[in-house]
């Protein structure tokens, strides 16, 4: 018997396969709660990293993976063959925007440069208006600590307003991460303008 879907989660990961395993368990234990919770996985395709360990775990656990992935990922063998539902873009913006469009929700795992212009993107769009969704940084073991104390130092120099600092919510643990989904606080933050 098929879950009810609550919403989609746009998960941004890494698609790096050489890292510490603690990193690969969270992603697979997020995506094994967000399909016990009756969330949908929205990501970018990939068969590696956390990438490909979320969606794991989101699978094997009964849930649903959306992937979306742009043609020259899939021309270089880079979508992960389990995924059953993939949509391929012409491009990396498409699949950002599409992503986008599609979340009810969106986790940061950590990554690279990749995954942090995803992140930090969503957070411009978020301070425009433009996305209103959750944005929760699942921040596993620190990793995100450097990126949060730069934008809190931002705050303090006056390049962001003190209310932005609300426009994400930061989570140790994957059950601490699906929490703060369940929970969907609305925030309140002044306009950049």
């Known amino acids: 018997m098929k879950r009810e879907i609550r919403g989609n989660v746009c ?3 890494a698609s790096s396969a050489n890292i510490e395993s603690r990193y690969l368990a969270d992603a697979h234990e997020l995506g094994t709660l967000l399909a016990r919770g009756g969330w949908r996985c929205v990501n970018g395709g990939g068969a590696v990293g956390l990438m490909g360990a979320v969606t794991d775990g989101t699978l094997d656990a009964g849930g649903e993976v ?3 992935i742009p043609k020259f990922m899939v ?7 389990r995924l059953q539902d993939v949509i391929v873009t012409v491009d990396m913006h498409q699949r950002k925007q599409m992503m986008s469009d599609m979340a009810d929700a969106v986790i940061a795992l950590p ?15 978020r301070q425009l208006g433009l996305v209103k969704v959750p944005v929760i940084i699942l921040n596993t073991l620190g990793y ?8 809190s130092h931002a705050i303090d120099e006056g390049f962001m307003k003190t209310s ?3 426009l994400w919510q930061v989570a140790a643990t994957p059950a601490e991460a699906v929490r703060l989904l369940d ?7 002044e306009s950049k303008y």
């Open 111 to 125: 990554g690279g440069v990749g995954t942090l212009e995803e992140l930090l993107e969503t957070l411009t769009w």
């Open 183 to 189: 929970e969907n606080r609305p925030v309140q933050f």
């Open 144 to 151: 995100y600590d450097a990126l949060l104390s730069m934008l």
């Open 11 to 13: 998960v941004f990961a």
């Open 164 to 166: 932005h600092s609300q």
């Open 75 to 81: 021309d270089n063998g880079w979508c992960y063959d």
């Open 66 to 68: 959306t992937g979306v």
